[in-house]
């Protein structure tokens, strides 16, 4: 036990590795703010225990056991990662954030530079397997410009991607029942985030608005139009990211009309597409085999999926089951949905306990989705939202979403950043509530980068 000017001074253990998630050699070098952070046999560890650090490509290191003084508020020290094609990136990392965990957030951070990016994730002792120790992982990526991610696939299938969505994606307009809500993001925000399944549910009330389908969520109107508020971003979005696609999943919903479903919608939804797309940007044909189409094919096309009846445009999934943790259903001539949607969970007495029962069907989609025998023609559909049969607080969207740390949404960043030193994963798409959770679109970012 170290002593400083005759006072003990008790030094505090975590671990730490790195991924290189990137197709060139890496090498890793620490420098410490103040060698007085750190308490080990090499006085200075990290400046020691990472020096000259060499990564090949998707390659994580063994744990990295380092240890700082408890009596410290902080222990910065920054790590430079020199590329074997002579690119140089530059980051900090505080290793007060592994030791003084106790139940807060396990909050993952993302830092970003013009070519590279990282992404920091915390895990309480005993999650990575070790019984002692907190960890951190640090997760080295190339950059993705969310804007124009789908770019870099031109020959690639929707059924071949991540690709991030959300659920209920109009729900951020607000209507005063915190239990509807189950987006922050504006579209705008939303697409520049990377997020391009968008799941609506609409309603078409003539005594309210003859001419457009309004936003619902259940029976609450979201203060947002689909023709007025929607189609203008969308629009504006392809037309300046010219190789991006966007996919609605339409449904119709509860209504202030009275009736269960509100109006046919199918009539007035057609008038508002044709209205605000161009000419044969509307990708809705049941003949054509889906898991052919590229993202070539795609670029500047909405995507039309259509659970709602009746209907004489788009593609038709209104065989999609209700509340399903797993359903195999057709899409058009000859694919197939893989998807998951159980979304009614029974309160347990705990918060963990409840967003773990969602969890445990979100990870088993992902498994599938992963698995050896997994199809890639076959389209995975991951839903991670979720809420108590009847709302109460606690047990809203984002309740289920972040959890106080332990939410759905932070249990998936840390199944992904441990997945990621491998080729190219196929996880589907992730349809979430509240998406930008944990820290500056993390997991949109993971889920990107995973497609390398």
């Known amino acids: ?18 991924i290189n998630n990137t197709d060139r050699n890496v090498t890793l070098t620490a420098k410490v703010a103040d060698q007085n952070d750190w308490e080990s046999s090499s006085q200075a560890n990290p400046e020691v225990d990472i020096k000259g650090l060499e990564l090949a490509p998707y390659v994580t290191t063994d744990p990295i056991h380092l240890e700082r003084a408890d ?70 990526t190339p950059y993705v410009d969310t804007r124009r991610w789908m770019a870099n696939y031109p020959g690639h299938t929707l059924t071949q991607l991540n690709v991030p969505g959300t659920h209920d994606t109009g729900t951020y307009g607000g209507n005063g029942e915190s239990g509807t809500r189950c987006q922050f993001l504006g ?74 479903k509100g109006e046919p919608i199918d009539t007035m939804l057609h008038k508002i597409l044709m209205e605000s797309l161009p000419t044969n940007k509307l990708y809705d044909n049941n003949a054509t085999v889906f898991s052919q189409r590229t993202l070539a094919d795609l670029a ?42 159980a979304y009614k969970y029974a309160m347990e007495p705990t918060w ?48 289920f979403a972040t959890g106080g740390g332990w939410g759905v949404n932070y249990l998936l960043a840390r199944y992904l950043v441990r997945r990621t030193a491998s080729p190219a994963q196929r996880f589907g798409t992730i349809v979430m509530d509240f998406p930008e959770e944990p820290d500056t679109n993390t997991l949109i970012r993971l889920l990107l980068a995973l497609n390398k």
């Open 352 to 399: 963990s306990a409840t967003y773990a029962k969602k969890w445990v069907n979100v990870k088993k989609h992902l498994e599938r989705a992963t698995s050896p025998g997994a199809s890639m023609t076959d389209w995975f559909i991951n839903f991670t939202s979720a809420s108590a049969p009847v709302p109460v607080a606690d047990y809203y969207p984002w309740d």
């Open 187 to 260: 579209i705008e925000d939303q697409l520049n985030a990377g997020v391009r399944f968008f799941d609506l549910r609409l309603v078409l009330n003539s005594n309210a608005n003859a001419d457009d389908l309004g936003i619902f969520h259940s029976d609450y109107f979201q203060n947002l139009w689909l023709k007025k508020d929607i189609m203008p971003v969308v629009s504006r979005f392809l037309a300046d990211h010219p190789t991006e696609c966007v996919i609605f999943c339409v449904n119709r919903s509860g209504s202030i009309t009275g009736t269960p």
């Open 71 to 140: 009596a410290r508020a902080s222990a910065p020290f920054t790590v430079t990662a020199n590329f074997s094609d002579g690119s140089t990136f530059e980051f900090t990392l505080d290793g007060h954030d592994a030791t003084n965990m106790d139940v807060r957030p396990i909050v993952p951070v993302i830092r970003g530079g013009d070519l590279f990016s990282v992404v920091q994730v915390l895990f309480h002792s005993g999650e990575n397997g070790n019984p002692t120790y907190n960890s951190m992982t640090v997760y080295l």
């Open 1 to 18: 036990m170290p002593f400083k000017d005759g006072v003990t001074i008790v030094s505090v253990g975590f671990l730490i590795d790195f």
């Open 300 to 341: 500047g096309c909405v995507v039309l999926l259509r659970q709602d009846t009746p209907r004489t445009f788009g593609f038709d999934i209104s065989n999609w089951p209700d509340d399903d943790a797993y359903s195999h259903t057709r899409i058009g001539a000859t694919d197939f949905v893989e998807m998951q949607n």
